[in-house]
């Protein structure tokens, strides 16, 4: 109910009146004279003050009155409750003298639902705040409402210190439609698909792109899902790829590798089942010894095999992105000491985890990955060059 126009009267009919309405009004209302003395207390006032109007009346009223302002004020009710109100006062006639309608509204329950709203903000907050994901929440303009601190950080870190252009406040659609250069086409479909989630004609839309900084290269992943509920808005997510898409390649990288060892394998077998309608070369004893690996059989050997993969592993490693040192001579020269030993593809695998194993210790993770991706290539130039010495030994 919103509070009466309250104004003069005059005449005991309009007394009547007011104390009608008064009595109906779900906020408390008390009349005061000129002394500070309670002349009337309306039910809703008995309940607010948790006292009768008959232990009211006549009592002197006890806060500061303040004529036409609305004042928050903490009232104590006669259990020792303390709860807040609203106050406003205005100067009327009652029972033709000079008096002050005073009008209390109860604030308690609007007090608890703010509280209630800030907790659930604050809630919100501390979820959001918690997620790595680069999270930012926009109203259905493209303006920046809420960002949690993985996306305040980032752009920090990455060009906007002063969270100019990607800040609560800023309008991420502008952002988008304004980008100029190496990402921009990215930008337009990125800003294409959040309109047409905000639109309803897709439930999500995500985009993986490049973001790459001065020391490494970063894969990120863009989510757009509508924001639920009465406001209309997006959430937006960005979240770093890198190892994914890192171990993904990796992934692909191992089995492609995989597929080369089966296919040099199956290709030594062959030269072994070539030469099983002639007399056999004493050079392809190792058809028949692939039980006796190196490592077993002659670990002394096989040690010096390791130290030599290991050195040659270490200078493609070194000399990574210059012009590198030929290897083809020392590689060749490996496998036809390897070739003379009998070796097959499981020893050549089982030299190459072994010089892996010996250089990785210690070493900083790119390191580690260099380590992986040249040796890669070296194992299968040693695994070549090891079917090209038992083809030449059976063809000779």
Known sequence: MEYVDLIPVLSAESDARLQ?????????????DVDGRVRFVNP???GL?????????????????VISEAAEISLIQADGKLIATEMRTAAIVWERMPAQMIVLRDLTEQRRTQEALRDAE???????NSLTQHIAVLDESGTIIL????????AIENGDPQLTTTGVG??????CAESRGENADEASDVLQGMRRVLQGEIPVFELEYPCNSPGEDRWFQLRAVPLHGQRRGLVISHMNITDQRRNAQDAAESAALREQLLARE????????LSSAERRPAGLAYVQRNDLPIRGSQFRLFQEYVASYTELLEMVVDERGFAVKNTDVPVRALASRLGALHA???????IHLSSLRTCSVGAASSRQQAYLEEGRVLLLQLMGYLVAYYRDDLVG
Do not use: C, H, K
């Not at 960002?147 to 950080?153: K, L, V």
């Open 20 to 32: 009608a309405v008064a009595n109906t009004s779900t906020d408390g209302m008390l009349i005061v």
């Open 44 to 46: 809703a006032a008995e």
């Open 49 to 65: 003050l948790r006292r009768r109007a008959v232990d009211l009346i006549g009592q002197i009223f006890g806060l500061p009155i």
């Open 122 to 128: 604050g809630f919100s907050r501390a979820i959001l």
């Open 147 to 154: 960002a949690n601190d993985a996306w305040r950080q980032f």
């Open 170 to 175: 800023a309008n991420y659609f502008a952002v």
């Open 266 to 273: 199956r290709e030594l077998v062959a030269i072994g089942s």
């Open 344 to 350: 097959s593809a499981r020893d050549v695998v089982e």
